[in-house]
């Protein structure tokens, strides 16, 4: 789905049971829900229209940055039987916010001596929006002596030189100031402005000159602070105070300020805070070398960053049923994961195992997605209860892992019978017996649980001398206890052969 941001709640997405090819009826048996990984649920499912809906205010800005296109994923899930729908929600931008500088004046001291052709970086503006709501262009108000040329840097964004066309003349104009101006490119069109003031210095006639136009080095991810990345050098023709150079960076950006530090005698550069592959894989600075006179050289360093393995894989369980039947035939799922790991290349490349030998395996089925299934049949009456643990490692050297554990319970169906520890039992009884008295007790016992365990005994019917034998002997069902009905005469009854018979609880 692909929506404008800003929406208000409750706006729609759009109709999910429709394009999913579901039926509501579905989505309400089913228990249809929303599983999401970000801190905020952005959408919501009404499951009794089968449309997906506006739950919070989605700012692209604060989602995405400057990532275009901006998007983010869910899923939804459903049950009885398991079903797994990944859905993205693309968030197109709109021209909410106007191009801003990070300073309200520039000052700049430039030598008169200045040749036609100087140039001199001029602060770059910032635009939260993206497209064709970004940053479009910088304008130079009117002056006699400068222009603007513009210019993109590998990512886009652009930035502006402001060139010297006309020669300098400190005793007829030793101030100057006009504007920059920053306009996006939305309609209706917005903008930014910062008053450059320019103070005209006596002669100094050379400007620094960089020994490279670009400066291309690498760092490793985690490097210490304070760890070398790379020298810029400039030189200048002139002689004394006026060769003297210093180095900065023109970018005023805090991003990068708080990465990196310039030794602005030096030209070192170093790092000062945190370089994190998983943040930022390339850094683009612009330096400029500026003598004592004011004249200035403009260079770029561009800093690539090397992955390490420094994130485990991370394993969020999705869905989970527990127990399952032990009559559930192989390959049903148990449960599906997601597991993702932030790295890079081989260090984010991640595989599932099971650590144990049991009857489940793992199964990829969708990106960074695995489902949890048995592999061949269970028995309760073998193994009622499993743990299962899940490992999943990354590619690195050394290789991360991960492990999460699940508990499993079987449920019993009826699929055994009563047995007997014995088919054939015997017992004596005097004659003229109390009616009521014991003979013999039978025990029958059951591998399966609860109901299914339950057993009842019955004598099974049959005559003895013509009359049936619930007039001679009777069996308590729950206990197998087996009772003379009557007294006994030896002269007329000397042996009784009956069949009990036991049976389960169990449907």
Known sequence: YSIPEEMKKGSLIGNVAH?????????????????????????????????????????????????????????????????????????????????????????????????????????????????????????????????????????????????????LDREKTPNLSFKLIAVDGGIPQKSGTVIIDVTVLDANDNAPVFNQSVYKTTVIENSAKETYVTTVNATDADSGSNSMVNYYFSDDSRALHDVFVMDEKTGAIYIKGDVDFEKDKKYELRVDAKDQGGLTDSSKVIIEVTDVNDNAPDISVMSFTSPVSEDSPPGTTIGIINVKDLDSGDNGQVSCKIEQNAPFKIKSNLRNYYTLVTDSVLDREIVSEYNITVVATDGGIPPLSAKKRFSLKVSDVNDNAPVFPQSFYSAF???????????????????????????????????????????????????????????????????????????????
């Open 19 to 167: 394009d999913l090819g579901l039926n509501v009826e579905r989505l309400r048996s089913g228990r249809a829900r929303i599983v999401t990984r970000q801190s905020i649920q952005y959408t919501e499912l009404k499951t009794d229209k089968g449309v997906l809906v506006v739950k919070e205010r989605i700012d692209r800005e604060q989602l995405c940055g400057d990532t275009t296109p901006c998007s983010f994923s869910f899923e939804m899930i459903l049950e009885n039987p398991m079903e797994l729908h990944q859905i993205t929600v693309e968030v197109t931008d709109i021209n909410d916010h106007s191009p801003a500088f990070k300073t309200h004046n520039l000052s700049f001291e430039i030598s008169e001596s200045a040749t036609t052709g100087a140039r001199f970086s001029l602060t770059s503006a910032d635009d939260a929006d993206v497209g064709i709501n970004g940053l479009k262009e910088y304008v130079l108000t009117e002056n006699d002596h400068f222009v603007l040329q513009q210019h993109s840097n590998a990512d886009g964004k652009k930035y502006a030189e402001m060139v010297l066309q006309k020669q």
């Open 429 to 507: 009884l005097p004659e003229n017996n109390s009616p009521g008295v014991s003979v013999l007790t039978l025990r029958a016992k059951d591998s399966d649980e609860n109901q299914n365990a339950c057993v009842s005994y019955i004598v099974e019917d049959s005559n003895i001398g013509g009359s049936p034998i619930s007039q001679y002997v009777s069996v308590n069902v729950e206990t197998g206890v087996i009772q003379a009905v009557r007294s006994f005469d030896y002269e007329q009854v000397k042996e009784l052969i009956f069949v009990v018979k036991a049976q389960d609880g169990g449907s």
